[in-house]
């Protein structure tokens, strides 16, 4: 049985008894983004020898001194379910995966719902990832967590389809790939959810795709081609409802490590810098990413 820290600890009572109620009766989602803004970063710290700097395009940017700037570059796209979150609240993780993979990073920013739905956070994330190529500093690799990594899906689909630079490797945690479905079956095959209520997904559907169909391989990988993409480390909770999606990702794509992690909340890695098991579970996926893109 894996033994976690008091720390880690805290933060799995926290996701149960406090985040999950929020997600669950905050309804209107500028004010659950601005209650995320507010609290994300409280829960994990950036090592105090890696600063930040922001760019002209609101992406913020990573370098570890030991990485120096001539580092190869991982591309970070950080979830909240296409409504919330920003490279601010995903700095510590950011940060922490930066170091462990010996890389330097870009977490970008993308449009939210609902004041820009389907397909702006798709198209930002693309035309990110284009700029950045464009500019000689192709991402040697792409990763993002929950609906940032559906993004970084969609990112290295259009890299491949475009015949032009490709990452080396993708980095996912609980990666969105299907968002269409059943949600209270899905949701009634993950007893063992920590975090997320089916309250928040159904909510996500109408914000994020107002008529649109969730089923469209635009939309929702799992239903489009994933074939021929790059050697890919994809980590999850056990129980969580999204493992499910994991797994079916881990079965149709070519070169994907699966990494599950049981007793956990959706995205713990967020508190890199105070939690044991987030900042062990970037080691390892940073450890991947190093020997992906040697």
């Given at each position: 049985m894996t033994t976690y820290t008091r720390t880690d600890r805290f933060f799995i009572w926290q996701a149960r008894n406090v985040e999950r109620r929020t997600l669950h009766f905050v309804g209107p989602q500028p004010l659950l983004r601005h209650i995320f803004a507010l609290s994300a970063p409280l829960?994990?710290?950036?090592?105090?020898?890696?600063?930040?700097?922001?760019?002209?395009?609101?992406?913020?940017?990573?370098t570890p001194p030991e990485a120096g700037t001539e580092a190869p570059l991982l591309m970070y796209i950080h979830g909240g379910g296409f409504t919330i979150g920003s490279p601010h609240t995903h700095a510590a993780l950011v940060a922490h995966l930066a170091r462990a993979a010996g890389m330097?990073?870009?977490?970008?920013?993308?449009?939210?719902?609902?004041?820009?739905?389907?397909?702006?956070?798709?198209?930002?994330?693309?035309a990110a990832y284009d700029r950045l190529v464009a500019a000689g500093t192709p991402p040697a690799a792409v990763c993002g967590d929950s609906a940032g990594g559906c993004l970084a899906l969609q990112v290295a689909q259009h890299a491949r389809n475009s015949g032009g630079v490709q990452p080396k490797a993708l980095g996912l945690i609980a990666?969105?790939?299907?968002?269409?479905g059943d949600i209270a079956a899905r949701f009634g095959a993950a007893p063992d959810e920590i975090l997320i209520p089916a309250a928040w997904p159904r909510r996500l559907l109408?914000?994020?795709?107002?008529?649109?169909?969730?089923?469209?391989?635009?939309?929702?990988?799992?239903?489009?081609?994933?074939?021929?993409?790059?050697?890919?480390?994809?980590?999850?909770?056990?129980?969580?409802?999204?493992?499910?999606?994991?797994?079916r990702l881990a079965e149709v794509m070519d070169n994907v490590t699966l990494d599950?992690?049981?007793?956990?909340?959706h995205v713990w890695h967020l508190h890199a810098?105070?939690?044991?098991?987030?900042?062990?579970?970037?080691?390892?996926?940073?450890a991947f990413l190093r020997d992906a893109v040697r």
């Amino acid at each position: 049985m894996t033994t976690y820290t008091r720390t880690d600890r805290f933060f799995i009572w926290q996701a149960r008894n406090v985040e999950r109620r929020t997600l669950h009766f905050v309804g209107p989602q500028p004010l659950l983004r601005h209650i995320f803004a507010l609290s994300a970063p409280l829960g994990g710290a950036i090592p105090k020898d890696i600063k930040p700097e922001q760019d002209a395009n609101g992406a913020l940017w990573f370098t570890p001194p030991e990485a120096g700037t001539e580092a190869p570059l991982l591309m970070y796209i950080h979830g909240g379910g296409f409504t919330i979150g920003s490279p601010h609240t995903h700095a510590a993780l950011v940060a922490h995966l930066a170091r462990a993979a010996g890389m330097r990073a870009v977490a970008i920013k993308y449009r939210l719902a609902p004041e820009h739905p389907f397909p702006a956070a798709r198209d930002d994330a693309v035309a990110a990832y284009d700029r950045l190529v464009a500019a000689g500093t192709p991402p040697a690799a792409v990763c993002g967590d929950s609906a940032g990594g559906c993004l970084a899906l969609q990112v290295a689909q259009h890299a491949r389809n475009s015949g032009g630079v490709q990452p080396k490797a993708l980095g996912l945690i609980a990666p969105i790939g299907d968002l269409s479905g059943d949600i209270a079956a899905r949701f009634g095959a993950a007893p063992d959810e920590i975090l997320i209520p089916a309250a928040w997904p159904r909510r996500l559907l109408t914000n994020y795709l107002p008529g649109i169909d969730p089923a469209d391989p635009a939309v929702s990988p799992l239903h489009g081609d994933l074939s021929n993409l790059p050697p890919t480390m994809i980590q999850a909770a056990t129980g969580e409802t999204l493992a499910q999606d994991a797994h079916r990702l881990a079965e149709v794509m070519d070169n994907v490590t699966l990494d599950l992690w049981p007793g956990l909340a959706h995205v713990w890695h967020l508190h890199a810098g105070y939690s044991r098991a987030a900042e062990d579970a970037l080691r390892r996926m940073g450890a991947f990413l190093r020997d992906a893109v040697r």
